[in-house]
């Protein structure tokens, strides 16, 4: 008499004799299978994927709990190591378009939620960023690289107007004669007044 199993990787119907079935034996139905239960490398992408997700809500934010690097989530395919988002896209969406990024409606970088993915451009992602607030242009003396100071620029406009020429002041400031200039045509320092 025959037995009937399903495999328990992909659910195909099984049928062997009685008795040929060890007790505590896992049931495959094939070599393929049965090293996907030893090898989880082996699984299907996808359950691999979901599998190092955190699913909440269908709107909350899905947290990547595999690989994190830089605030993002890696995952490798395809021989390949991804970001987790663009992968998350790729299985629910299809393929993204070259040149093409996959942003976050959310800003929240370990998310894969679908819903809360789009894609666009690198300009996109610049502007999202800036619409966002994640983008926070130093200017006046909060860039590290400044060797002036407000009070600085406000003395160089001064003694501009006062009839000292480009030259001098950038002796005296030890900048560049294009940074006076740029000062004083209202190209640079424009925060000052």
Known sequence: MNEIRFCDVCGKEIIRQRGKWSKNCRTTCS??????????????????????????????????????????GEFAMNGKIQSAHRVSWQLTSGTIPE?????????????VNPKHLFLGTNTDNMQ?????????????????????????????????????????????YLVASKTIINIING???????
């Open 99 to 111: 040149g093409m990024n996959v942003l976050h409606h959310c800003d929240n970088p370990p998310c």
């Open 128 to 172: 999202d960023a800036l619409r966002k607030g994640r983008l926070n242009p130093r200017t006046g003396e909060s860039c590290s690289w400044s060797k002036l100071k407000e009070n600085d620029v406000r003395e160089i406009r001064i003694a501009y107007n006062n009839g000292v020429n480009y030259s001098q002041l950038s002796r005296k």
């Open 187 to 193: 190209k640079n320092w424009r925060c000052v007044v």
């Open 31 to 72: 070599h393929s299978c049965s090293g996907k239960l030893t090898n989880p490398s082996r699984l299907p992408i996808a359950e691999r994927f979901w599998s190092k997700v955190e699913i909440m809500q269908p709107d909350d934010c899905w947290i990547w709990t595999g690989a994190i690097v830089k605030k993002y």
